[in-house]
Structures are given as C-alpha cells and as structure tokens.
C-alpha cells in the first residue's frame, strides 16, 4: 500500500554457473538489505520466460535449441521465423524451469521461512507469443491439429455459467458443444482462426506454469502469481489515445502476448495451474477500471505490478485500493523519473499514514470505502463531473473543489468509521452528505476537523473547520495545495495541510 515493498527481479540476482550450481549472494543481501529498512519484497522470476521471450534464460538454454527449441512465428512475408522464446511444450524446458524454481525457493525457505521478508513470488513475466497468434513450428502445428484435452472441454463446458464474461463472449456456441461423443480437435471446440490459436497457446503456457510453480510450491508455500500483459477485450478499454507506430495495440493475439492469461483465457489458467493464487495486470494502455474489474474474476484478488508511474496513473491507485480492495500497486519505472516530477510521496505518504484505517475497512467493511480522482484536462477525455457513493446512512456526492481560476486534479478516499464519522484522505475535491432517510429534511455538516494521523495510527486534532471552510457546513473541501484565486481579491480558499479530514454529518426529520 505504502512504499514500503519493492519488486526485485531474480535473472542477475541469481547467478547460474551452470545446470547445477546456483550463488545466491546477491539475493541474500537484497533480502538484508529489505529487512535493515524495514521493506518487504516480492520477488519476480525470470525464469524462461520474460516479456514473451526467454531472453533472460541461462547461456545454456538459449545455446541449445534441439534440447529446447523455439518457437516459430510467421513474418510479414509469410515466412518462418525462429524467435528468442523457447517452446513451452517441451518436457526438458519444463523440467529446467522448475528445477531452478524450486531450487529458489527451497534456499528463500531455508533463509528467510522465520522472517518472511519476501511476500509472495510472481511465476514468469508476461508470458505469451508476440507478432503471431501462435507458434508456428512443426511440433506446435502437430499438435493444434490434435485433440483438445477433453477434461478441460468438459470442466470449461460444465462451468459455463460462472466462466468470464470475455471468454463467453468469444466463444458464445462453446455452450452447446457435444464433449460426450468422442475427441475433439482444437478447431472443433473453438473454431479457426487466430482466437481458437490464441486458446491452444493458453492451454500450453499455462500447463508450463503449473509445472513450474507446483516445483516451487512444495519447496516453500507462500503465495505465487502470474503478471498479465493486457488484451484490449474491447475498444473500451483503450485509454492512451494515438498509440505510437511499432508499439502494438493489444486487440488481437499477437498484437497482446497470444496464450498469457488475459480475460477471456483465465479460466484456463485457473484450471491448469491451481497453484497460482491470482493473476495480476499490468496497466499502461488499458482503463484502470476495465482491467480491476476484468481481474476480479472468482473472487482473485487485485494486485497491479507494473502501471504508469507518472500523476494520471498515480491518482488511480485511490480507487484501485478503495472500490477494488486492492492489496497493492507498483509504478514501474520511478527510479528513472526526476524527484520533481514524481507524484508518489505525496500520494504514498498519505497511504502509508492512513494505511491503518484503510486496511481495517479492506478487511471488515469494504463498502464503507469510496476512492476517486479527477483528471486534469489536459491530460484525459474523461468527462466525469462527480463520484457518488452511498457510505451508511448518507449519500456522498464528490465534485471538484471550487475555485475561481483553473481547477486541477483530484485525488482521495472517503472512509466511513465504525463511530459514524468520516475520514477525508486527499486534495482537489469537495464532498456533500444527503442523508438516504425518506423522512429526512436537511442535511449537513455538524462538525469538520483538519486532523493528522501519529505514527501510531491514532487522530490528531489539527484545528476545527467552520463556517467559512465549509461553505457554512453545507460541504467539506479537501482543497489543492495552491487554489486558484484568478486574481480574485478574497482569499477564502483554504490551502491543503495535512490533506486529511474529519467530519460528522447530520440529518433533520420531518416534524409530524
């Protein structure tokens, strides 16, 4: 939630000297290194795969490919091309990547099982083919003309109802397929073409990803999870405008990592390799909402590992945490970015000093959570004027704070407590309570505080908020750091503190 865990990668951390000896020093003293300052980590393994190819594989793989043979895509003019990724097929790559898998995570076990500075594993790095639906060789085109593995026909067919939207929205006549008369070949389920391709490359990704984690698994049971370069499902989820030539787009298999465990192929995933406890999005192109919500599928809880580091993605992190629950976000790339033009202490430090109340109502009351922001215009079409939320017995409805010159971005939580107060967390927004009684006549703010949090999580009153603060207890205001005034001459605008709040509302009911 706070900056207080950190991603490492384990290629260069875990040197390989050969097949069989492994140094782990470096890993050792990242992980000291972790605890001295009080950070955990959760590690990423670049195993045979990173980025959909296998660039990061030992010499000795990448140098041997009748032990592991790549995979083939077709080129703009129809020819075969052998690319840097090794077949995921193969019983020797398999074998490989799980050997050195478990071989980590029996050492993590044996150095850091009492400490538990290291949280979680992620199993590869975007898995999948790039530039093609699929692979092309002659031991992948052997098999898509085979059978479809019938168990899974049958799991997928028989689960219809609670399979993801996306995939039955791909497959909408899986439903009605005859599993009960005998085998079926992988265009008999899925059709042809470049989706029944992209299918047949999940089913074989993630049937190497069980292998590998269930290696790692017994050695040390703490959680693993797969990172997911994202398919745009639909043209809805794209949200960066005019994408630059070479960089692809992400609709179709191959413009996405074709097989990696995008929406419509996470069932597949969930099935094959249950020893993956959730499937995490990376969000660059794609809308944060779309992608929270495609990822929640069966319950799998949200966590981001790469995302855009700089303010448009920074803001959404609010409500990834607040309407998501998510259990953490990771901006890649922030040790490349100038101090100046980095938005994570100011958003991270007020997450990590309300992190208390925050995870108390993850945990025991989600829908006493309400996350937003607001864009700049400049930087994004998003037409949204308010948030609304009902949070207990009130209504919250948030707009943009006032102010007479040029409004800025918004950023924030609101957090219904136990006691009926609220906790304001942010800058840029205003926020009015309407009480949701029938009966209810009038409603306001009794009492406004600027607070700060102690280190020990508890409030501190900084000073009250009135009349002129609260538009005369009408609303509360989480104003920005510098209102502007547009050279008005009244200086009525409150400029942000602590960005943290407490308010109180109330209702009046109708007499008689």
């Known amino acids: ?18 097949q069989l000896e492994f140094n782990f020093t470096e890993l050792d003293q990242i992980i000291l290194d972790a605890r001295k300052h009080e950070f955990r980590l959760v590690l990423l393994w670049f195993g045979m795969y990173k980025n ?56 993590l076990k044996e150095f850091d099982g009492v ?61 009605h397929l005859n599993t009960s008369s005998g085998p079926l070949t992988w265009t008999e389920a899925f059709g042809d073409g470049e989706w029944r391709d992209d299918i047949f490359m999940a089913d074989a990704f993630s049937r190497f990803v069980h292998t590998v984690a269930s290696a790692g698994q017994a050695e040390y049971d703490i959680p693993l999870y797969v990172n997911v370069a994202l398919c745009s499902e639909d043209s809805s989820w794209v949200d960066f405008g005019e994408i630059p030539a070479g960089v692809p787009e992400g609709e179709r298999p191959g413009q996405f990592p074709s097989g990696g465990p995008v929406g419509h192929s996470l069932d597949i995933y969930v099935h094959n390799a249950p020893d993956i406890q959730f499937y995490a999005p990376d969000i660059y192109l794609q809308r944060y909402e779309s992608a929270a919500k495609c990822f929640a599928h069966k319950h799998m809880p949200l966590f981001i590992p790469e995302q855009r580091r700089d303010g448009y993605g920074v803001r959404r992190i609010w409500p990834a945490l607040a309407e998501c629950l998510a259990i953490g976000c990771s901006p890649f790339g922030i040790d490349s970015l100038p101090l100046e ?37 400049s930087e994004s079409d998003d037409s949204k004027q308010s948030w609304v939320k009902v949070l207990g017995d009130f209504e919250v409805t ?25 906790l304001l967390l ?87």
């Open 426 to 512: 942010g800058y840029g927004y205003q926020a009015t309570f309407k009480s949701t009684s029938s009966t209810s006549c009038f409603s306001g703010i009794l009492v406004a505080e600027e607070v700060d949090i102690d280190e020990q999580g508890n409030l501190l009153k900084i000073r009250t908020l009135n009349g002129d603060e609260t538009s005369h207890h009408k609303l509360i205001t989480m104003p920005s750091q510098k209102p502007d005034y547009d050279g008005f001459p009244i200086p009525f605008l409150v400029p942000a503190r602590t960005m943290i709040a407490s308010c109180r509302p109330y209702s009046l009911e109708k007499s008689g």
């Open 52 to 107: 959909a190819l296998s660039s990061y594989a030992p010499q000795w793989v990448r140098s041997d490919p009748e032990r592991f043979p790549r995979i083939c895509i077709r080129d703009a003019e129809g020819g075969l091309k052998v690319t840097e990724a090794i077949q995921p097929y193969g019983v020797e790559a398999q074998q490989a990547d799980a050997k050195a898998f478990a071989q980590l995570m029996r050492h």
């Open 115 to 175: 400490d538990n500075t290291v949280i979680m594993v992620q199993v590869e790095n975007e898995i999948g083919v790039m530039w093609d639906a699929r692979d092309r060789s002659v031991t992948a085109e052997k098999l898509i003309r085979g059978e479809a593995p019938m168990q899974l026909l049958k799991h997928l067919q028989s689960s219809w109802d609670d399979l993801h939207p996306y995939f039955r929205a791909k497959f909408p006549d899986f439903q």
């Open 398 to 422: 948030v707009e943009r704070a006032f102010v007479f010159g040029k409004p800025v971005e918004a950023a924030g939580m609101i957090i219904r407590q136990v006691d009926g107060t609220y």
């Open 341 to 377: 033009e980095c938005h994570l202490p100011l958003h991270y430090g007020l997450l990590s000093k309300a992190r208390r109340f925050i995870l108390v109502a993850q945990a025991n009351r989600p829908n006493d959570l309400f996350g937003l922001y607001f864009d700049n215009a």
């Open 1 to 18: 939630m706070a900056p207080s865990n950190s991603l490492p990668h384990l290629r260069k951390t875990v040197r390989r000297a050969s």
